[in-house]
């Protein structure tokens, strides 16, 4: 999901989104510990898009202030 494609979302979506993405984060984590994910790249990317849906959804919260 690119940067643009998280803007047109709206907060709320954002929010369900992120957490979806946290507890799909965790599986992964588990999933490659038992045993090694055939990309283990996925777990980086993964990361990076958290923290892009996090770093818009601070962008906001300090937009309304």
Request: proline residues 3%.
């Amino acid at each position: 999901m690119k940067t643009v494609e998280i803007r047109e979302l709206s907060t709320k979506e954002l929010l369900e989104r992120a957490a979806a993405e946290v507890a799909r984060l965790d599986q992964m984590k588990i999933n490659h510990s038992i045993s090694p994910l055939d990309n283990p790249a996925q777990i980086r990317e993964q990361r990076r898009m958290i923290a892009r849906m996090k770093t818009i959804l601070r962008q906001r919260e300090l937009n309304q202030q």
